[in-house]
T-cell receptor, first 112, second 113 residues
């Protein structure tokens, strides 16, 4: 089983719609989870961190399902500026020095 | 504000050249990382360092080496560049004990001809 899996998309979504996508992970010991947003030819930027069951920040909600080992990202009232690639990264088991393992990302296109 | 700076945004080199990619962070972070990102393959960890003069192999270290002589600087070295090392290279850092979120530099797009 791959460590981190994401549907690459693209997800084509009309402006104003709600969109959700999942990320499955294999390391059951992961304690923290991250969603990064990456615009074309730019570096990833942290969107949300999840340390318990979920997190909400404005139009964005991340939910964690430990039993099924997936984390989801939901975007409400989508804007054109939400078009980007969303990378999922489960953390390790103890906040160690090693780097994050990223999924390959889900490409989201918001259409006018 | 957190700052990770990569010395070059675009770089073009020839096969066989020795290439240095430099990364500097001003946040006094202990841990630094080099990733490469390729279409369809995502971000892959090349090397990381958790302290000055310390280095650890990531998932794809072959063909690369690193140097961490000062806390703020982490260099990625391609001893003899090859065309399959054409990629976007991203440097990142994080503090010890500050969680696991990474702060990325803006990336270096390296083309090896």
């Amino acid at each position: 089983r791959k460590e981190v899996e994401q549907d690459p998309g693209p997800f084509n979504v009309p402006e104003g719609a709600t969109v959700a996508f999942n990320c499955t992970y294999s390391n059951s010991a992961s304690q923290s989870f991250f969603w990064y947003r990456q615009d074309c030819r730019k570096e990833p930027k942290l969107l949300m961190s999840v340390y318990s069951s979920g997190n909400e920040d404005g139009r964005f909600t991340a939910q964690l399902n430990r039993a099924s080992q997936y984390i989801s990202l939901l975007i409400r009232d989508s804007k054109l500026s939400d078009s980007a690639t969303y990378l999922c990264a489960p953390g390790g088991s103890g906040g160690g020095a090693d780097g994050l393992t990223f999924g390959k990302g889900t490409h989201l296109i918001i259409q006018p | 504000d957190v700052k990770v700076t990569q010395s070059s945004r675009y770089l073009v080199k020839r096969t066989g050249e020795k290439v240095f990619l430099e990364c500097v962070q001003d946040m006094d972070h202990e841990n630094m990382f080099w990733y490469r990102q390729d279409p369809g393959l995502g971000l892959r960890l090349i090397y990381f360092s958790y302290d000055v003069k310390m280095k650890e192999k990531g998932d794809i270290p072959e063909g690369y080496s690193v140097s961490r002589e000062k806390k703020e600087r982490f260099s990625l070295i391609l001893e003899s560049a090859s065309t399959n090392q054409t990629s976007m290279y991203l440097c990142a850092s994080k503090p010890t004990g500050g969680g696991e979120k990474l702060f990325f530099g803006s990336g270096t797009q390296l083309s090896v001809l």
